[in-house]
C-alpha cells in the first residue's frame, strides 16, 4: 500500500518540473515559431514560476478546509484544459497565457502530497515515505529535457505540450481511482477569510520555520540556477545540441535520487540535525570544487557536471529532515504550512532561475559562484533556525 501511495504522490509532484523543464530544449524553436526574442521565450518560465509559488499559498489551506482529493481533483482539470490550449496556441501570447495557467494549477500535488505524508505518517516513518516521494519524483527533472529534445527533434514543440496533456489525464484517473481521501471530514477547518488569515500570520511569525524554509529554498537554489540557464548553458557553454540535456539533468538529478534513497535510510540510525549538518560540509566541498574547476578550466563534460552530482545528493540527503522539522511545528494545520513553506522555496526558486540566471548564465564560473552564493545564505539561515531550537530548550 505504502509502495503504491509513494507512487501516487510522486507522480502528483512530478506534474510541475515536467511542466518547467520538458519544454527547456524547445526555446530556440518556440522563439523561431513566433519570431519571439530569447528574454520573451524566458518569460513562459518565468512567469509560469511565479504563478507557481503563488498558488501555493491556497492549495494547502484549501486542502485543509475542502480535502485533499477535491483539491487535486480540480488543479488537475484546469492544467489539462491549459495543456491542450498550448498545444494549439496560434500566438506567443496565447502559449504565454497557457503556461500562466499551467502554473496556477500544477503546485497542488506537490503541496497537498506533503500533507498527505503529515496526515498518514509521522516521526522517522513520515521521513522515509517523504524521502522516497522525493526519490521517485526526482526521475522527472531527469527525464524530462531529455524526452522534451526527442520530441523537439522528432514532432516539434507542440509534441511537448500533448505529452503534457496525456500526463496530467494520467494523473487525474489514478488520483480519481486510487487516492483515498486522507482528511476525514472532522478534521477540516472552516473556510473563513479571517480564521485563515490568522492561521497565515500565525506561521509567518514562527521565526524558526521561517529561516527553515529559506534555508532549503536557498540551497535549491543551485538547481534553480542551472534550470533556469539549461538551454544556454547546454548549447552555448557546453556547446552540446538539443538532444544532449541528459549531460546536464543527469548528474543533477541521479544524485538527488540517490540522496533521497540513503535519507530514508538514515532516518532510523542518524538524528534529523547531524544528516543535515554532514550534507552542509558535502555541498560545500562540492561548490568549492566547481568554482575552482570552472576557474582555471574551460567548461567542458563530465568534469563541468560532476560537482552537480555531489552537490544535489547532499541536498537530497538534508531536504526530507529539514522540511519536516519545519513542518511539524504546525501539525493541526499541515496542508497551510505546507503551502506557506511551498510559497517561500517557489518564489525563491522563480527569483533565482527568472532574474538571477539570466545575469549569470553567460559564463560556468559566475554560475558555480552563484551557487556558492545561495549556500551561504542557506547555511547562515540553518544556522540561525538551530539557534533559535537550541535557546528554547535551555
Not at 480535502?67 to 495543456?83: D, H, K, M, N, T
Not at 491542450?84 to 500566438?91: D, E, G, M, R
Not at 494520467?170 to 473556510?191: G, N, T
Not at 488569515?197 to 514562527?206: D, Q, R, T
Request: charged share 10%; glycine share 8%.
Amino acid at each position: 500500500m505504502n509502495i503504491l501511495l509513494t507512487l501516487l504522490l510522486a507522480g502528483l509532484t512530478m506534474v510541475g518540473p515536467l511542466a518547467i523543464d520538458t519544454y527547456l530544449p524547445s526555446f530556440p524553436a518556440i522563439a523561431l515559431a513566433f519570431d519571439a526574442s530569447p528574454i520573451a521565450i524566458q518569460q513562459t518560465l518565468s512567469l509560469f514560476l511565479f504563478c507557481f509559488a503563488f498558488m501555493m499559498l491556497f492549495y494547502g489551506t484549501m486542502s485543509d478546509s475542502f480535502g485533499r482529493r477535491p483539491v487535486i481533483l480540480v488543479s488537475l482539470v484546469i492544467y489539462i484544459a491549459a495543456s491542450i490550449v498550448a498545444a494549439l496556441a496560434p500566438s506567443f501570447g496565447v502559449l504565454l497565457a497557457c503556461r500562466v495557467l499551467q502554473g496556477l494549477s500544477a503546485g497542488a500535488g506537490m503541496v497537498v502530497s506533503r500533507a498527505i505524508v503529515q496526515d498518514r505518517f509521522s516521526g522517522a516513518e513520515a521521513q522515509k515515505i517523504m524521502s522516497h516521494v522525493m526519490m521517485v519524483f526526482g526521475l522527472a527533472p531527469a527525464i524530462a529535457p531529455i524526452l522534451g529534445g526527442w520530441l523537439q527533434v522528432s514532432f516539434g514543440w507542440r509534441s511537448i505540450f500533448w505529452f503534457l496533456t496525456g500526463f496530467g489525464i494520467l494523473m487525474y484517473f489514478a488520483v480519481l481511482r486510487l487516492l483515498p481521501e486522507s482528511l476525514p471530514k472532522q478534521d477540516r477547518h472552516p473556510f473563513h477569510g479571517r480564521l485563515i488569515a490568522a492561521n497565515y500570520w500565525k506561521v509567518l511569525c514562527h521565526r524558526q520555520f521561517l529561516l527553515l524554509s529559506i534555508s532549503v529554498g536557498m540551497a535549491f537554489g543551485g538547481f534553480a540556477l542551472y534550470i533556469g540557464s539549461a538551454a544556454y548553458f547546454v548549447m552555448h557553454i557546453l556547446h552540446l545540441p538539443e538532444t544532449a540535456f541528459a549531460w546536464l539533468f543527469f548528474p543533477l538529478i541521479s544524485g538527488s535520487v540517490i540522496g533521497s534513497g540513503l535519507s530514508g535510510k538514515l532516518a532510523k540510525r542518524y538524528s534529523q540535525n547531524a544528516q543535515i549538518w554532514w550534507s552542509y560540509a558535502i555541498m560545500g566541498a562540492a561548490g568549492a570544487a566547481n568554482m575552482a574547476y570552472n576557474h582555471y578550466f574551460a567548461a567542458e563534460v563530465p568534469w563541468a557536471v560532476l560537482p552537480l552530482f555531489v552537490y544535489s545528493f547532499a541536498l537530497a540527503i538534508a531536504m526530507p529532515p529539514m522540511t519536516l522539522i519545519a513542518l511539524n511545528h504546525f501539525p493541526n494545520n499541515s496542508g497551510l504550512a505546507s503551502s506557506m513553506q511551498s510559497f517561500i522555496q517557489m518564489i525563491l526558486f522563480a527569483l533565482i532561475s527568472g532574474v538571477v540566471a539570466p545575469m549569470l548564465f553567460d559564463s560556468a564560473y559566475k554560475l558555480a559562484c552563484g551557487v556558492m552564493g545561495g549556500l551561504a545564505i542557506s547555511f547562515a539561515a540553518w544556522v540561525a533556525a538551530h539557534g533559535i531550537k537550541a535557546k528554547a530548550t535551555e
